[in-house]
């Protein structure tokens, strides 16, 4: 079993920068793929970025690509999205995931473990 907790959200006016965090319990952080994905009010769970065990290797979303950074400290159980010249469209909640089990990493199902996720509001 897998626990994770996110932290960083807020309230940021469009253009600002947020950097989430997500913290997780359990001694094999290191061997799972990480992930985020963000939800707004009234849309479907959306991949954002994920990054493998090692670090080495990122995946994002296009839509975030040049914008966002996803890295990991292995030795402090953490993830973390730094996300820069944030939207207004990108209000929404942050979640992290781990634990790919397989198909497509933009999936939301493919993950089996989810935080209770973090509320990014960016204003105009």
């Known amino acids: 079993q897998v626990q994770l907790v996110e932290s960083g959200g807020g309230l940021v006016q469009a253009g600002g920068s947020l950097r989430l965090s997500c913290a997780a319990s359990?001694?094999?952080?290191?061997?799972?793929?990480m992930a985020w994905f963000r939800q707004a009010p009234g849309k479907e769970r959306e991949f954002v970025a994920a990054i493998w065990m090692s670090g080495g290797a990122t995946l994002y979303a296009d839509s975030v690509k040049g914008r966002f950074t996803i890295s990991r400290d292995n030795a402090k159980n953490t993830v973390y999205l730094q996300a820069n010249s944030l939207k207004p469209e990108e209000t929404a909640v942050y979640f992290c995931?781990?634990?790919?089990?397989?198909?497509?990493?933009?999936?939301?199902?493919?993950?089996?473990?989810w935080g209770q996720g973090t509320q990014v509001t960016v204003s105009s």
């Open positions: 359990g001694r094999t952080f290191s061997s799972y793929t």
């Open positions: 995931a781990c634990e790919y089990i397989g198909g497509s990493y933009y999936h939301p199902s493919q993950y089996k473990y």
